[in-house]
Nanobody
Framework: QVQLVESGGGLVQAGGSLRLSCAAS????????MGWYRQAPGKQREVVAL???????NYADSVKGRITISRDNAKNTVYLQMNSLKPEDTAVYYC?????????????????WGQGTQVTVSL
């Protein structure tokens, strides 16, 4: 019901910046929370940043002050501005969205993930 398409990953030197985008499409009433997670090789997926539909944000301690999450509700799009990148930020970054949908007389919630975009930070 919700498709997420990410863009903006790539290779950058330490100290550089990248901006990730994720657009939601499909059949839903509204997009609720959106966010970004990442998974480095050999590690579990971890939350990077989350943003509510009202704009409240939460960040992992490891990225506070360097990474900013934002969203455009009119475009159902979430962004992740990453500055002062470090080699330890290297991972596959996944977009996440929770949506409210209608199915007949039923109103439900669905959680969706993007396909992932690689971010590599070199020394």
């Amino acid at each position: 019901q919700v498709q997420l398409v990410e863009s903006g990953g790539g290779l950058v030197q330490a100290g550089g910046s990248l901006r990730l985008s994720c657009a939601a499409s499909g059949t839903f009433r509204r997009i609720n929370d959106m966010g970004w997670y990442r998974q480095a090789p050999g590690k579990q997926r971890e939350v990077v940043a989350l943003i509510s539909s009202g704009g409240s944000t939460n960040y992992a301690d490891s990225v506070k002050g360097r990474i900013t999450i934002s969203r455009d509700n009119a475009k159902n799009t979430v962004y992740l501005q990453m500055n002062s990148l470090k080699p330890e930020d290297t991972a596959v970054y996944y977009c996440y969205a929770e949506a409210t949908y209608d199915s007949g007389s039923i109103v439900g919630l669905t959680a969706s993930w993007g396909q992932g975009t690689q971010v590599t930070v070199s020394l």
